[in-house]
């Protein structure tokens, strides 16, 4: 399949002229070697000192079928073991790529994308995307996830040019990573009820044609998550072309907006380590995990709005001492809060809060139940519980009440340090 980019990039009833980047993406068995042909005498032939981006998983599932590109590319193989997107991983790519390189080729998941876009935007040099597992929605965006002095951040960065992803290469990745896709794409529901939330509450920037993107791509996975996860080719190239999509729709906005808010929050608490220890888990599976967790608390605000049990109160901030514990004991403190100033929440009065009740309860109440949700991540051997990810219900409460300082985009979790709940 091949997506037409080029139906992103238009005015929108927003506002806005969306702009994209990516100009060739093919989603299909041998994409690799329609990417040879570019390469060879295409568009791309132009590019002639090109550099290969892998790890030692990635490069071991490519080897055969991408064997004539990588005999024309000076090719990197990262260690897999403990492989992160920072500044160690950048150090070694910078300190082993020759210096004339003019195209990067990025050859992995999510990591090794970041990583190849953060090089490639500070080298002003373009790069291609050659998933090889459908275990995120990081390939198309401009936005690169790092770990920067122990902080989880995500940087302004470059989309690829093209993307080639090839059915028979991630269609036959282990089904733990085709699971993480999934997972990163059913907990759209949480973010685009944030964003929508935030939109109410502060008047925030809002596209409503990117929000259905996001709905068709979880749409799409949702109608055939059965076949899927029996890892059925034609199936699986659906969750691919719904992860880019995904990837679309935060190039189109230009951050990640439509694609991560208390959910993701969550899953940057953790991968800082400041109420765990490392946690052998995938993004996917951290982000199902937390998904459910910010559904409960969501449906537990709307049920307290319904019943009149839920009022606004002025912000205070009651999580002081737990800051200066958790994140301070890190030496993260002081770029967590520069990442929070000015306190958003400050700017909200409570009576303008309490008039968008009503408001955030129809949004909550338009999520699936709970129970659904569950079931849904069940059918498609997702990561449900903070057990599946090694650990345990002590830390639910400090992560729903710390997550917000991760990142200031506003979410309904923030939202929730404004309101008096009663009567359970
Ligand atoms: N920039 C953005 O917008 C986004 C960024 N992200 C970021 O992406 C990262 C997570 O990416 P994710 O894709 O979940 O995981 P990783 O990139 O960490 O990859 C997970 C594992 O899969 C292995 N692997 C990949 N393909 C294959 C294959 N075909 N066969 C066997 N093993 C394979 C990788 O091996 P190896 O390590 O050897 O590659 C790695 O061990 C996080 O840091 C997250 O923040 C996520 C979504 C969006
Ligand atoms: O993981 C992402 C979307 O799935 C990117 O989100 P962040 O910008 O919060 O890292």
């Known amino acids: 399949m091949r ?5 992103f990039a238009r005015p929108c009833s ?12 093919l989603i299909e068995a041998g994409a690799v070697e329609k990417l040879e042909e570019e390469m ?5 032939r132009e590019y002639i000192s090109p550099l290969v981006i892998c790890d030692t998983n990635t490069y071991a599932a490519t080897e055969e079928l991408m064997e004539d590109i990588y005999d024309r590319c000076q090719v990197l193989v990262l260690d897999a073991e403990g492989l992160q997107a920072d500044r160690h991983a950048i150090k070694i790519v910078e300190n082993n790529m020759e210096e004339d390189i003019d195209l990067i080729l990025a050859v992995g998941a999510g990591t090794i994308h970041d990583i190849s876009r953060y090089i490639a935007h500070n080298y002003k040099v373009p790069f291609i995307s050659v998933p090889t597992a459908a275990s995120g929605d990081g390939f198309v965006t401009t936005v690169a996830a790092m770990t920067l002095d122990g902080v989880k951040k995500t940087v302004p960065s470059v989309a690829p040019i093209c993307v080639y992803a090839d059915t028979d290469i991630f269609s036959k990745a282990p089904q733990r990573l ?3 896709g999934i997972s990163d794409l059913m907990a759209k529901y949480i973010c685009l009820a944030d964003w929508k939330i935030a939109n ?21 996975v949702k109608s055939s998550i059965q076949d899927i996860t029996e890892g059925e080719e034609d199936e699986c190239e659906q969750l691919m072309y719904a992860l880019i999509l995904s990837g679309l729709a935060m190039q189109m906005i230009g951050n990640s907006r439509p694609a991560s808010c208390a959910e993701h929050q969550v899953t940057h608490l953790w991968d800082m380590e400041v109420i765990n220890g490392p946690l052998d888990a995938l993004h996917g599976e951290k982000v199902s995990v937390a998904a459910l967790l910010v559904l409960e608390e969501y449906k537990r605000i709307a049920a307290a709005i319904t019943q009149g049990r839920c009022h606004a109160k002025p912000y205070e901030n009651e999580d002081e001492e737990l800051l200066k514990e958790t994140f301070g004991k890190k030496g993260l403190l002081e770029e967590i809060r520069k990442e929070n100033e000015p306190e958003l929440l400050e700017t909200i009065s409570p009576q303008h809060l309490e008039k ?9 109440d338009e999520l699936p139940s709970e129970q659904t949700m569950f079931h849904l991540l069940e059918k498609a051997g997702c990561a449900k519980t903070v057990y599946d990810i090694g650990l345990d219900e002590s830390a639910v409460l400090p992560s729903l009440r710390l997550a917000p ?5 506003l979410s309904l979790l923030r939202i929730s340090k404004m309101l008096d709940i009663r009567g359970e």
Not at 356 to 364: A, Q, T, V
Not at 405 to 409: E, M
């Open 3 to 7: 997506v037409d980019a080029d139906d």
């Open 14 to 25: 927003c506002g806005r002229e969306h702009q994209i980047a990516v100009k060739e993406i």
């Open 40 to 44: 060879s005498e295409g568009m791309l």
């Open 178 to 180: 085709t699971a993480a």
């Open 200 to 220: 109410l509450v502060t008047g925030e920037y809002f596209c409503r044609e990117t929000v259905k993107l996001e709905e068709k791509a979880l749409k799409t």
């Open 356 to 364: 968008c009740l009503n408001g955030i309860e129809e949004i909550i």
């Open 405 to 409: 300082y991760t990142r200031r985009r």
